[in-house]
């Protein structure tokens, strides 16, 4: 079969299914999360449906499921340990984020054996001991983390209220809610920011699937640019009067709207569009979207109202709000990863490290208070149109946009 990547929709027919038989609400009520495609439930519900034997091999113990960190463990540790750790299982559709372990009811919703899954421990803790023949010796593996939830604890968004948004392929917006889940009213996800000592920090999410992959499909889809560092000058360029405004739901819509059936479009056009243009409604869609959650996460998290936005990735403007920019590459993966390399399992002594090496630095980026306002009236203006052009499934099945 051809790989399941994060992107994916091959299961959006099941989660369709299964919204049209009413369980979307128990499995937002256990997991924090909607039944989407996007979370690797009902990919893993796929390849044990789809895949010649992987059902019956899983059920009787031969098949192990688990992450990509769960996969490195398994491998680093020659096969000793299935392990993963609170924040990856909190995105699993499988994992009751209030009672911390595998729902017994979603299993059985979605035909998941529980065996296949692995031991959840805390983001720092003991995940066994790399193999002496992998890496020449036996180096203690000591800590796990999702992608979000280590730039989270890379960006020190340690309080209530903090805020933070890593750009990549995607966008994805993590805010700080403490120790108590909240149900969002606004459709963002509710999920486990870091587990330490026991004690579970949550946070609401807001995940958007195409951020950097709408520069990758100007340089690659319509040939405008041949690097994507191009754009940003390109898009300097353009007329900002021109009220140009892209939708790039390539692979659907991810939050506030999660519309798995959404498809992409360009408003505004005229004779005068071009290259520049484009390259601007592109770069401006990653903000819109952004500006979309931090409006939901503010509506649901009323004591956030003037906390920092910590930015990474390669657009630092500040969306209304203060804005803090990694400095370097010591956010993210890589510094909470070292950091809980070190053995730091206790949230004070990741927090101090983290305030002594200040690897953010003030935002100095963002669009000037004119062009700021124009872009903003951009983004209001085809509001009414966006809800009938790009949600085909409100048409009919197999619709396509007028």
Known sequence: HRAIVWQDRRTARHCEKLRNEGHEALVTRKTGLLLDPYFSGTKLAWLLDEVDGAREAAEAGHLAFGTVDSFLVWKLTGGQAHVTDATNASRTLLYDIRANDWDDELLDLLRIPKSVLPEVRDSADDFGTVHPEILGGEIPIRGIAGDQQAATVGQACFDPGMIKSTYGTGCFALVNIGN??????????????????????????????????????????????????????????????????????????????????????????????????????????????????????????????NTVLRVAGGHAGRAGRPARRAGDDRTGRGLAGRLWGRGMARTGGIRQALEAEDPLRAGDGGLPPAGAHRALARRRAPRSLFDKLIAPKALGPGARPP
Do not use: C, N
């Open 180 to 305: 108590e889940p909240i149900e969002s009213q606004h459709r963002l996800l509710t999920t486990i920011a870091y587990r330490l000592d026991g004690r579970t920090t949550y946070a609401l999410e807001g995940s958007i699937f195409v951020a950097g992959a709408a520069v990758q499909w100007l340089r690659d889809g319509l040939g405008l640019i041949r690097k994507a560092d191009e754009s940003g000058q390109l898009s300097s360029e353009a007329d900002e009067d021109q009220p140009v405004v892209l939708v790039p739901a390539f692979v659907g819509l991810g939050a506030p709207h999660w519309d798995a059936d959404a498809r992409g479009a360009i408003f505004g056009l005229t004779r005068k569009t071009g290259p520049k243009e484009l390259a601007l409604a592109t770069l401006e869609s990653v903000a819109f979207q952004t500006l979309d959650l931090l409006e939901a996460m503010h509506a649901d998290w009323q004591s956030g109202e």
